[in-house]
T-cell receptor
Framework: AQSVTQLGSHVSVSEGALVLLRCNYS??????LFWYVQYPNQGLQLLLK??????LVKGINGFEAEFKKSETSFHLTKPSAHMSDAAEYFC??????????????FGKGTHLIIQP | DVKVTQSSRYLVKRTGEKVFLECVQD?????MFWYRQDPGLGLRLIYF???????EKGDIPEGYSVSREKKERFSLILESASTNQTSMYLC???????????FGPGTRLTVT
C-alpha cells in the first residue's frame, strides 16, 4: 500500500518569495506522482505529474517538482509566489495506470497563504 | 479538454433523505471515481468503477452505494443521509492506460 505525507497543513510566504511545499511518499513499486491544486469551492486541477523519465518536472503556472527516489520525495516549488497562487495543494501517488481500485492516494493537503 | 460535470454544486438535505449525486464525463473514460473531501483528511475514495455496471469499494464505502448504467455517468447514492456525511464530494475520471485523474467541480453536501 502506498501513502503520502505532506509536511505542513498551512504554509505562508510573502508575495515574490520562494514557494516550497513538501511531499514524501511510500510505495512498494515505482510510483507515479502528482500535484493538484484546488482553488476555493472548485475541483482539483492537475499541476504536474511524474511518470517516467526526467526527474525534474515542470507544470502550469510556473510550478515545478523534482522526484528524488533516494529521499522518497516529490517537493513542489515556485521561484516567486503570486497572490493568485493562494490555494490548497495536494500531492498524490499511484502505483498503476488508471488508478485501479485504490484510486489515487492523496496527502492531506497544504493550504498555501500568500502575504502581500 | 476533458469535461467532468457534477449535477449540483451545493446541496442541502435532511437526515434520513435519499440523496443522489451525479457525475457525467464526455471523454469516453473507462474509470470513474467518487471521493469525499474533508478538512485535514484530504481525499478519501468511496467507490470506483472500471466499466458499466462494474464497481469496487474504496476506503470508506459504508453508507454509500453507486450506479453506473452508462459509460459516461456515475452516480453516488446516500441511502439514508446522516449528518456525518456532510462533506465535499468529488468525481474523477481516467483512462485505464493513463495515470492522472480529471476532477469535476465538486458537490458540497450539507445534511441537517
Amino acid at each position: 500500500a502506498q501513502s503520502v505525507t505532506q509536511l505542513g497543513s498551512h504554509v505562508s510566504v510573502s508575495e515574490g518569495a520562494l514557494v516550497l511545499l513538501r511531499c514524501n511518499y511510500s510505495s512498494s513499486v515505482p510510483p507515479y506522482l502528482f500535484w493538484y491544486v484546488q482553488y476555493p469551492n472548485q475541483g482539483l486541477q492537475l499541476l504536474l505529474k511524474y511518470t517516467t523519465g526526467a526527474t525534474l518536472v515542470k507544470g502550469i503556472n510556473g510550478f515545478e517538482a523534482e522526484f528524488k527516489k533516494s529521499e522518497t520525495s516529490f517537493h513542489l516549488t515556485k521561484p516567486s509566489a503570486h497572490m493568485s497562487d493562494a490555494a490548497e495543494y495536494f500531492c498524490a501517488v499511484s502505483d498503476r495506470p488508471g488508478g485501479g481500485a485504490d484510486g489515487l492516494t492523496f496527502g492531506k493537503g497544504t493550504h498555501l497563504i500568500i502575504q502581500p | 479538454d476533458v469535461k467532468v460535470t457534477q449535477s449540483s454544486r451545493y446541496l442541502v438535505k435532511r437526515t434520513g433523505e435519499k440523496v443522489f449525486l451525479e457525475c457525467v464525463q464526455d471523454m469516453d473514460h473507462e474509470n470513474m471515481f467518487w471521493y469525499r473531501q474533508d478538512p485535514g483528511l484530504g481525499l478519501r475514495l468511496i467507490y470506483f468503477s472500471y466499466d458499466v455496471k462494474m464497481k469496487e469499494k474504496g476506503d470508506i464505502p459504508e453508507g454509500y452505494s453507486v450506479s453506473r448504467e452508462k459509460k459516461e455517468r456515475f452516480s453516488l447514492i446516500l441511502e439514508s443521509a446522516s449528518t456525518n456525511q456532510t462533506s465535499m464530494y468529488l468525481c474523477a475520471t481516467t483512462r485505464q492506460t493513463t495515470y492522472e485523474q480529471y476532477f469535476g467541480p465538486g458537490t458540497r453536501l450539507t445534511v441537517t
